[in-house]
């Protein structure tokens, strides 16, 4: 089993940056598709965005398009979430994810096996 830790969550301006990170360890991910997802109070978690094994192929919420990278580094086990350009609407609590199946499949909707426990992001106007 794979656990998951994010951080770098906080509170941040409109039109700042934040970046999020993932600390996995236990089992070797390194060959599962990760994911970012977020939630707000009252709604259901929405993907973010999703990065293959490998890091080649990366998927993208389309609100976040153009604003939001992610990445990897296997050998350190970690997952990032760079956030740019961020919006009032990009409050929620994020959490990292893993999965064996692809980023893509994550992207379309297949809900991921393992979950981190989510760090808040709030972004005033």
């Known amino acids: 089993q794979v656990q998951l830790v994010e951080s770098g969550g906080g509170l941040v301006q409109a039109g700042g940056s934040l970046r999020l990170s993932c600390a996995a360890s236990?089992?070797?991910?390194?060959?599962?598709?990760m994911g970012w997802f977020r939630q707000t109070p009252g709604k259901e978690r929405e993907f973010v965005a999703a990065?293959?094994?490998?890091?080649?192929?990366?998927y993208f919420a389309d609100s976040v398009k153009g604003r939001f990278t992610i990445s990897r580094d296997n050998a350190k086990n970690m997952v990032f979430l760079q956030m740019n350009s961020l919006k009032p609407e990009d409050t929620a609590v994020y959490y990292c994810?893993?999965?064996?199946?692809?980023?893509?499949?994550?992207?379309?909707?297949?809900?991921?096996?393992?979950w981190g426990q989510g760090t808040q992001v709030t972004v005033s106007s």
């Open positions: 990065i293959s094994w490998g890091g080649g192929s990366t």
């Open positions: 994810a893993g999965d064996p199946k692809t980023g893509q499949a994550m992207a379309r909707g297949v809900t991921p096996r393992y």
């Open positions: 236990g089992r070797t991910f390194s060959n599962d598709a």
